[in-house]
Each structure stands twice: as structure tokens, then as C-alpha cells.
């Protein structure tokens, strides 16, 4: 199963129809960076990705380097692994290009079976990876035994109590990636239980509907013209918890 997944992963970019750049080309990074946060707003706001510094960070399915970058920038000292042998062609020269060539130790890797020793790293993040992966419980225990003692992992899965994914059973429109070879959503109790050989998880329901650019036609328009504008619109309180994404931050 392993192998299915580097071999799907490594034919995908992940958003790559978001530009219309050369890959690999620094205007390709940042047209899927601005494409990410601004489809992920609420990512800068949970994460303070410039408050690492001098700490030793792993990223798990590290893709094209775009979270990394950013670590990278806060001076983290990071490393990022991934599956995918053109992910991590592609994080090089993202990182190259952005000047910060040197700065990170990227390899190809399986997130199930780290390389790296007991209590290697004080940060461990994988956000949308957990669900892509063969046995999630054994990646998780793997960041655990990595990260030290009082450490900090950070983790993101997809909600299946959400209004993303009652959306796409309404409209007949498929999720991203939904031909990967697993793709698993959680509810909140399952997602906790995944998490609890951690001494403290805390878990933040997220992304909410915002306007969509890979879609279109007259659904894309409805979604865009109505459904945002009127679910935002709804206390927040009311319907924090089927955010599409549960974030997770994690203590050893």
C-alpha cells in the first residue's frame, strides 16, 4: 500500500491547477503558496509559523515545502520528508529559490517509519497527511517517539462531520484527492482517540467556506454567489464544529 501512494502522490502536485506557472519555477511556488493561505486563512492565525526558532522541526509530508518555507523563514532549524520523490525534488528548489538553499534537511521518507532517533525533535507538524497514509495510529506513534519530551505536534485531518463533506454528497461533487489510495475522514471522538497516547490534545475544528477557484460552472457560481455568504453569515459558535479541517496541537 506504501508503494500505491508514493506512486500516486508522485503524479500529483498537489493544487497544480491553481497555476499556470512552469513547475518548479519560483513563480509556481508562490502562486501555490498565495493559493494556499488564501484558501487556508485561518492557518496563520493557529500556527505561528515564525515561533520556532532555533528549535529542530519535522514536517511529515512535507510536499512541495510550502508550510516548511515558512518555518524556515522563522529560522526553525527543519527537516521535511516525504514519500513522493518529486515532492521533495520540488521542496529543494522551492527552498533554493527562495534563498534559503541549505536551510533544511529533505529527504524521501515513509511517515510510519521515521528515520530519525528517540526524541529527535521538539516540533513535529503534518497537517493533511494522517489521512493519506496506510495505518494513521502508526505515523502518529512514530511523531510521538520522535518528538521530545514536552514537545509539541501539530496534526490536521479531515472532518467527515462536516459541511465540506455533506456538501459534496448533496452536489454530487467529489472531494479533492478522492481517488488517492486511502483517503480517511474522522469524527472529533474518533480523531481524539487516535491522539491519546499524548499527554494533552486539543482539538480546533477549522476551514470554513470561503470562494472557490477549481470550481466552476453553475454550481461553482451558486457555491460562490450564495452558499459562502450565507454560511458565513451563521454565528460561528453554532457551527465551529463542522469545520472541514480538525486541527490538532498535541504536548508529549
Same mark, same amino acid.
Given at each position: 500500500?506504501?508503494?500505491?501512494?508514493?506512486?500516486?502522490?508522485?503524479?500529483?502536485?498537489?493544487?497544480?491547477?491553481?497555476?499556470?506557472?512552469?513547475?518548479?519555477?519560483?513563480?509556481?511556488?508562490?502562486? =501555490?503558496?498565495?493559493?494556499?493561505?488564501?484558501?487556508?486563512?485561518? =492557518?496563520?492565525?493557529?500556527?505561528?509559523?515564525?515561533?520556532?526558532?532555533?528549535?529542530?522541526?519535522?514536517?511529515?509530508?512535507?510536499?512541495?515545502?510550502?508550510?516548511?518555507?515558512?518555518?524556515?523563514?522563522?529560522?526553525?532549524?527543519?527537516?521535511?520528508?516525504? =514519500?513522493?520523490?518529486?515532492?521533495?525534488?520540488?521542496?529543494?528548489?522551492?527552498?533554493?529559490?527562495?534563498?534559503?538553499?541549505?536551510?533544511?534537511?529533505?529527504?524521501?521518507?515513509?511517515?510510519?517509519?521515521?528515520?530519525?532517533?528517540?526524541?529527535?525533535?521538539?516540533?513535529?507538524?503534518?497537517?493533511?497527511?494522517?489521512?493519506?497514509?496506510?495505518?494513521?495510529?502508526?505515523?502518529?506513534?512514530?511523531?510521538?517517539?520522535?518528538?521530545?519530551?514536552?514537545?509539541?505536534?501539530?496534526?490536521?485531518?479531515?472532518?467527515?462531520?462536516?459541511?465540506?463533506?455533506?456538501?459534496?454528497?448533496?452536489?454530487?461533487?467529489?472531494?479533492?484527492?478522492?481517488?488517492?489510495?486511502?483517503?480517511?475522514?474522522?469524527?472529533?471522538?474518533?480523531?481524539?482517540?487516535?491522539?491519546?497516547?499524548?499527554?494533552?490534545?486539543?482539538?480546533?475544528?477549522?476551514?470554513?467556506?470561503?470562494?472557490?477557484? =477549481?470550481?466552476?460552472?453553475?454550481?461553482?457560481?451558486?457555491?460562490?454567489?450564495?452558499?459562502?455568504?450565507?454560511?458565513?453569515?451563521?454565528?460561528?459558535?453554532?457551527?465551529?464544529?463542522?469545520?472541514?479541517?480538525?486541527?490538532?496541537?498535541?504536548?508529549?
Amino acid at each position: 500500500m506504501i508503494d500505491a501512494i508514493a506512486a500516486y502522490w508522485n503524479e500529483r502536485i498537489h493544487d497544480l491547477e491553481m497555476t499556470d506557472q512552469p513547475v518548479g519555477t519560483v513563480e509556481f511556488f508562490d502562486d =501555490l503558496d498565495e493559493y494556499r493561505f488564501d484558501k487556508l486563512r485561518y =492557518l496563520p492565525k493557529l500556527v505561528d509559523f515564525g515561533g520556532y526558532r532555533d528549535r529542530r522541526l519535522l514536517e511529515v509530508g512535507c510536499g512541495i515545502g510550502t508550510d516548511l518555507v515558512r518555518f524556515a523563514r522563522g529560522d526553525a532549524r527543519v527537516t521535511g520528508i516525504d =514519500l513522493a520523490q518529486r515532492s521533495i525534488e520540488l521542496a529543494t528548489a522551492n527552498f533554493e529559490l527562495h534563498g534559503l538553499g541549505g536551510r533544511a534537511d529533505l529527504r524521501v521518507a515513509n511517515g510510519e517509519a521515521l528515520p530519525f532517533a528517540d526524541e529527535s525533535f521538539e516540533v513535529v507538524y503534518g497537517h493533511g497527511v494522517l489521512q493519506y497514509t496506510a495505518d494513521a495510529r502508526r505515523m502518529v506513534d512514530e511523531c510521538r517517539r520522535v518528538l521530545k519530551p514536552g514537545g509539541v505536534a501539530m496534526f490536521m485531518v479531515y472532518n467527515r462531520v462536516s459541511w465540506l463533506n455533506a456538501l459534496s454528497h448533496v452536489t454530487a461533487v467529489g472531494l479533492e484527492h478522492a481517488d488517492a489510495p486511502v483517503l480517511k475522514t474522522y469524527s472529533i471522538p474518533e480523531f481524539r482517540r487516535l491522539l491519546s497516547g499524548f499527554g494533552e490534545a486539543r482539538i480546533v475544528p477549522e476551514r470554513f467556506p470561503v470562494p472557490s477557484r =477549481l470550481h466552476t460552472g453553475w454550481k461553482g457560481a451558486l457555491y460562490n454567489r450564495l452558499f459562502v455568504g450565507t454560511f458565513n453569515a451563521i454565528p460561528r459558535p453554532l457551527v465551529r464544529r463542522f469545520g472541514w479541517h480538525l486541527m490538532a496541537f498535541c504536548r508529549r
